[in-house]
C-alpha cells in the first residue's frame, strides 16, 4: 500500500486489535490511517485539539462531551492512542448477532452515552450536568425555566433512589425501551 498507516501498523497490532474490536483488518487500517492523518504533531496520541479539527465533530453541540468520553484517565494526560481510539470506536459497531464484542455490547454502549453525561466523572448524572449537556443540545431555543423544567422531571422520573441524581443503574433502567444498539451504530465501510 505504501501509505504511512501502512509501514507503521505490524499485523500483530492488526491481529490483536481485530480480537479486542471486532473490526476487520481493512477497517482498521483504513482507520489508522484516518488517525494518522488526525496526528498533527505524529506523536502517536490525539488531543484534544486534534479531535477539533474533525468538522463533523467540531459542529456538533456535543463536541465536548464527546471527546471527553473518548478519554480515559491515562488519555487526559498525553492523549488517545490508536487503540484507544479504536476501543472507542468500537462501541459503535453495529451489532450482529455472531460478530458481538465486549466493547459493543448493550451495557458498553449505555456506559459510553452515561459517560457523556456524567461531566465530573463521579459515576452519577446530577441536575447541573444534565443543564449542562441540555444547553450543549439546544443552546438558546429553549428558554432557562424549560430546561430546568425538563432537567427536574428527568431526574425525578428516573432517581429511583431519590438522592438527586441518576446513577448508571438507573440510567439503564430508563433506557430499557431504547434500541441503543440501533441508535448508537454507525456503519463502517470495508
Known sequence: MGSK?????????????????????NQIVRLYSRFTSLDKSSNGYLSREDFL????????????????????EEAEVEGVNFRQFMRTLARFRPIKSKETSELNSREEK????????????????SRDELLQVLHM?????????????IADRTILEADLDHDGSISFDEFCKVMEKVDVEQKMSIRFLN
Open 53 to 72: 479539527k474533525v468538522p463533523e465533530l467540531a459542529i456538533n453541540p456535543l463536541c465536548d462531551c464527546i471527546i471527553h468520553a473518548f478519554c480515559t
Open 110 to 125: 449505555l456506559k459510553f452515552a452515561f459517560k457523556m453525561y456524567d461531566l465530573n466523572k463521579d459515576n452519577k448524572i
Open 137 to 149: 443540545m439546544v443552546g438558546a431555543n429553549i428558554s432557562e425555566e424549560q430546561l430546568g423544567s
Open 5 to 25: 498507516a501502512s509501514i507503521n501498523l505490524q499485523p500483530a497490532d492488526i491481529e490483536v486489535i481485530q480480537k479486542e474490536t471486532g473490526f476487520t483488518p
